[in-house]
């Protein structure tokens, strides 16, 4: 299972590289290309983004293990198409956070808009408030983590991987899923079709409680989350058997 790493676990360069690097970014006087340039030109080290104050399309197809710190809440898009890269986002991001991620990690201090962590890949999203419609959708291997709610149709058309909400989740869950699970701490408003409850194992308490721990949400009781899979009856459908569902 990939977990996140910790705050302290700083990336060091081969022996012979020069120190990490130290970099200070101010989006009040650079463009988002400038500052997307300059962390993708970082090969590992941390970086700082101020005042981002709602940006678009921040930190973005990074492809190195550096740390990058968005000191404000973050547009669309942020962390998104990245490999490697350790991504904090000090405030709530817009829709799309952590898009199509491949491996690394997103953590959102705050809230997040719809479609967080679509079709990601690999790696972790984590965002620690709630989330808006849609997360997860089309996901594909990644695991995103929610400590607050999550909106409608979360989980619609996740094809592998985990979703973890902490908290409530809205109607639709897991609409049309594929072979992703979805462990839910709280209500759940109504399935979508073709998910079902099934019973949780040890094997499900022992991995939800190492996620959640180590996405600091102390609020959650792992041996009490509800999962939700897939029937599978979508997987074959035919033109007439729509009216069945």
Do not use: W
Request: proline share 4%; charged share 20%; glycine share 16%.
């Amino acid at each position: 299972m990939t977990s996140l790493p910790r705050q302290s676990d700083q990336r060091a360069g081969r022996q012979g590289d020069p120190p990490a690097a130290e970099v200070t970014l101010d989006a009040a006087a650079l463009s988002t290309r400038e500052i997307n340039r300059s962390l993708q030109a970082l090969p590992y080290g941390r970086a700082v983004v101020t005042n981002p104050d709602g940006r678009h399309n921040l930190a973005v197809g990074l492809d190195a293990p550096v740390r990058v710190e968005i000191d404000g809440p973050a547009g669309f898009y942020a962390g998104g198409l990245g490999k490697q890269a350790h991504i904090t986002v000090n405030g709530p991001a817009g829709c799309g956070v952590g898009e199509n991620l491949m491996s690394g990690d997103v953590h959102v201090r705050g809230s997040a808009g719809r479609s967080a962590a679509a079709s990601a890949r690999g790696g972790v999203v984590v965002v620690d408030g709630g989330c808006s419609s849609r997360a997860g959708i089309s996901l594909k291997g990644a695991t995103l983590a929610i400590g607050g709610d999550a909106g409608a149709l979360c989980g619609l058309l996740a094809q592998s991987g985990v979703i973890l909400i902490g908290g409530d989740a809205g109607p639709c869950l897991g609409d049309s899923l594929y072979e992703a699970v979805l462990y839910v701490g709280g209500k759940i408003a109504g399935l979508g079709a073709d998910a079902v409850v099934e019973e949780i194992t040890q094997h499900d308490v022992t991995f939800v409680k190492i996620l959640a721990e180590g996405c600091g949400f102390d609020h959650l009781s792992p041996a009490d989350v509800t999962k939700v899979v897939s029937t599978r009856r979508l997987y074959n459908m035919q033109n007439h058997d729509h009216g069945n569902y």
